[in-house]
């Protein structure tokens, strides 16, 4: 399987315990995206990475998430004193580059549950 | 913030019928792309519609987008029970970043 691939695909845990989400998007692409779904919404825009470059970050992610991506391949998302209001799908995302035709490729998902 | 809105949220249709969905948005856009999202899994994508571009298909899917009326409209053709699902419109307006609507559910009776 080529695509976009996550890890975990679920993760419960407890309020105030720290998560780490792992993405392997598709190969050689360049752009890598993080969005989170709550149920009965569309996703929302988090972070994205150019390589290893983190360019933006939304208002969304504040100061208990990071996002890495090392060397330009896999990402980690890592939450830290995890809330109940954490709990939602986390999307990774991948596409080529950042062009204006370029189709971001999703992967299943990450669905987070803070009890 | 979410740019799209999809209408209706929900439709329900007999196997066979075509199901059509809208989306508006605010602001102006580089494309605007259809996804598919089966209950608890990850998003397909259906379709891109660039900006310069009125409509667009792909099988069974038919896109059309005016961006006078900053609006899109994803037809869907025959209607399959695996067509069951959320469809959701989303905005690039640059960088590749998205913005998400709500979503349509679709529902298809056998």
């Known amino acids: 399987d080529t695509g976009v691939s996550q890890d975990p695909r679920h993760k419960i845990t407890k309020r105030g315990q720290n998560v780490t989400f792992r993405c392997d998007p598709i190969?050689?692409?360049?752009?890598l995206y993080w969005y989170r779904q709550t149920l009965g919404q569309g996703p929302e825009f988090l972070t994205y990475?150019?390589?290893?470059?983190?360019?933006?970050k939304s208002r969304l992610l504040s100061d208990r998430f990071s996002a890495e991506r090392p060397k330009g391949s896999f990402s980690t998302l890592e939450i830290q004193r995890t809330e109940q209001g954490d709990s939602a799908m986390y999307l990774c995302?991948?596409?080529?580059?950042?062009?204006?035709?370029?189709?971001?490729?999703f992967g299943p998902g990450t669905r987070l549950t803070v009890l | 913030s979410q740019q799209g809105e999809e209408d209706p949220q929900a439709l329900s249709i007999q196997e066979g019928e075509n199901a059509t969905m809208n989306c508006s948005y605010k602001?102006?856009?580089?494309?605007l792309q259809w996804y598919r999202q089966n209950s608890g899994r990850g998003l397909v994508h259906l379709i891109l519609?660039?900006?310069?571009?009125r409509e667009k298909h792909s099988g069974r899917l038919r896109v059309t987008l005016d961006t006078s009326k900053k609006s899109s409209s994803l037809l869907i053709t025959a209607s399959r029970a695996a067509d069951t699902a959320s469809y959701f419109c989303?905005?690039?307006?640059?960088?590749?970043?998205?913005?998400f609507g709500a979503g349509t559910t679709v529902t298809v009776r056998a």
């Open positions: 519609i660039r900006s310069n571009e």
């Open positions: 989303a905005t690039d307006r640059r960088g590749g970043k998205l913005s």
């Open positions: 990475f150019q390589n290893e470059a983190q360019l933006e």
């Open positions: 190969s050689e692409h360049n752009r």
């Open positions: 602001t102006s856009i580089n494309n």
């Open positions: 995302a991948s596409s080529p580059g950042g062009g204006s035709t370029d189709t971001q490729y």
